[in-house]
């Protein structure tokens, strides 16, 4: 079976086991997200609050972790569910939003990664280099300057927390610190909305609810969706109609498709 092949079947997994995905976070974007999870095959919970999130989180295929809007309530609920999660062997995928851009993200972030055990780490350049201490500069929630060697920012950030470490751009790069995946899936349009990054992590989390084998379940989570991406720009007059195409092109998006258009690359670690 090829590499495409795989990551074909893995989309239809998800289809078909329909895994409950738990987000604990950010108000930015939990419409958008819950969308997503509905249209990548998956069912969407945002549940926050301390006194459910361990019993909420039993029933989950995934927890996704991100501290975009956070507070210290919602750490601590982040961390009671985390644990629960780890104790059950269910993954944790955690978005650092803002990583580097204050102290409390980059705190917050660190804490979460030391007190739990994180299947996928997914963010762009500048928040994994300031979690690896690497460089890399983020302005609110953005990159403004990219990492000059992503990929030994990654491995070194994943080797640290024994995780993997999904690094998102113009070209993303997932890794264990010792398996390295390049995708090359995706579209410029992405830039122009908002919460993009946190959709993706949904669907990385989506795909390592239904496949243990965590960095090809990011590489293939993120080639579908960069897939998914390409497939909507042609119909684009801007940032609007393209959301409502690429939100469609997620929920329709084929085998065939996959086995022709993703992207991804193994490389030597």
Known sequence: MTLNERIAELRERVRQQRPLIHHITNFVVMNDTANVTLHIGGLPVMAHDRAEVA????????????????????????????????????????????????????????????????????????????????????????????????????KA??????????????????????????????????KTLTGTGCSATTVVAAFAAVERDYPFAAAAALACFGLAAELAAPAARGPASFKVAFYDAIYHLSADQIRVGARVTSVAG
């Open 55 to 154: 019993e909420m989180v039993t029933a989950a295929g995934a927890l996704v972790l991100n501290v975009g809007t956070l507070s210290p309530d919602w750490i601590e609920a982040m961390l009671i569910a985390g644990r629960r999660a780890n104790e059950l062997g269910i993954p944790i995928v955690l978005d650092p939003v803002g990583a580097g851009a204050t102290s409390l993200r980059t705190a917050s972030d660190r804490r979460l990664l030391e007190e739990l055990q994180i299947a996928v780490v997914r963010g762009n350049s500048g928040e994994i280099g300031a979690l690896a201490g690497m460089g890399g500069v983020v302005k609110g929630v953005e990159a403004v300057v990219e990492l000059d060697d992503p990929i030994t920012a990654a």
């Open 157 to 190: 950030l994943a080797k640290q927390y024994r995780t993997v470490v999904a690094v998102t751009g113009r070209q993303d790069i997932v890794t264990d610190g010792n398996r390295v995946y390049l995708v090359d899936n995706g579209h410029e349009w992405l």
